[in-house]
């Protein structure tokens, strides 16, 4: 599918029902979840968060179950979202340390950030073919960002997906590996890779606030100054 602007794109994502598994799951996990009774979830796809323009994109993996799929927005309303907040507000790229609902007032600076994949999968794993699904809309925002200088990466599926992007661009990838704080120069673009800020890494130890602040730093640093 081709899209003439971001908007039309949004427009033609939010109503997608390509993946049946994944249609069913973003609604169904609105019932299961009796913290939230009672509140509406947005059970859709979920668009891209900032401004297209920016010179950075952060690319998730998926809209979290009571996060971007209750609230409509990604990253937002869950813990992910608070970490990665609180480390964006750190390094000056977010005007709050958290992510709370589409009308808490949070502004991105020079920063969009988006989701490989647009709806929730049960268990955090996609399948190869809900991935390819949704190829079309990662696809366009990447290609629409005229000033992209950095992607960073949140996690294996999303830098997987992303080699894969630059490589049927006819980019040499086979050096790249997944690895928290590597980068890599692909043409006009750095591609950076970052453990994902779920609670699984955070509380593990895996992605400490620290590490992932690093990264985040040399990033600001070497690009967006
Ligand atoms: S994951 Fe992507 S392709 Fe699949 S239903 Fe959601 S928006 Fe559509």
């Known amino acids: 599918m081709s899209f003439k602007s971001l908007e039309e794109m949004n427009s033609k994502l939010v109503r997608c029902r390509r993946c049946p598994r994944l249609v069913k799951f973003r609604v169904a996990v609105a019932k299961r979840n009796s913290r939230f009774l009672g509140e509406s979830f947005w059970s859709r796809p979920v668009p891209g968060f900032g401004n297209i323009d920016s010179r950075l994109l952060i690319l998730g993996l998926a809209p979290a179950a009571t996060g971007g799929n209750r609230t409509g927005r990604v990253f937002t309303g869950d813990k992910s979202a608070s970490f990665l907040f609180s480390c964006l507000y750190d390094v000056g790229l977010s005007n709050k340390p958290d992510s709370v609902s589409k009308d808490d007032g949070l502004r991105l600076e020079d920063l969009y950030i988006t989701a490989v994949l647009k709806c929730v999968p049960p268990s955090d794993k996609p399948t190869r073919q809900e991935l390819s699904n949704c190829s079309d809309y990662r696809e366009f925002e990447i290609e629409h960002m005229k000033n992209l200088k950095v992607i960073l990466t949140l996690g294996k599926i999303a830098f997987d997906i992303c080699k894969a992007y630059y490589k049927s661009k006819g980019y040499d990838v086979s050096g790249l590996v997944f690895k928290h704080g590597a980068a890599y120069r692909l043409g006009g673009v750095w591609l950076y890779a970052s453990y994902h800020p779920s ?19 040399e990033i600001r640093d070497k690009f967006l100054s």
Not at 199 to 217: A, H, I, Q
């Open 199 to 217: 609670p699984r890494n955070v509380n593990t130890g895996r992605l400490t606030k620290v590490r992932f602040v690093n990264v985040l730093s």
